[in-house]
């Protein structure tokens, strides 16, 4: 029997290094979160840049946070 691994299909993102280093330092986030846990944590994280860093814009999705988060660290999972 074959032992196939379930995989998330990489798609490139434009978030910038300030904005997604930022992600990477957000409370909770971490190389053990599941995809999913990433995106309830990036749409967390965009409500409280909204809310508390008027110098600062977000123009991506929480999904592309969670994207650019797993693209950029080895995670647990892996």
């Keep these: 029997m074959i032992n196939i691994k379930q ?7 434009d978030v910038d290094p300030y904005t997604g280093d930022l992600f990477s330092n957000f409370t ?3 190389t053990d979160c599941q995809y999913s846990r990433l995106v309830y944590l990036a749409k967390e994280f965009i409500d409280a840049v909204e809310v508390h860093f008027m ?8 999904e592309d946070y969670a994207q650019w988060y797993i693209d950029n660290n080895r995670m647990d999972w892996e």
């Design 55 to 62: 110098g600062i814009s977000i123009n991506h999705s929480p």
């Design 7 to 13: 995989f998330q299909v990489v798609q490139n993102t």
């Design 28 to 30: 909770d986030v971490g």
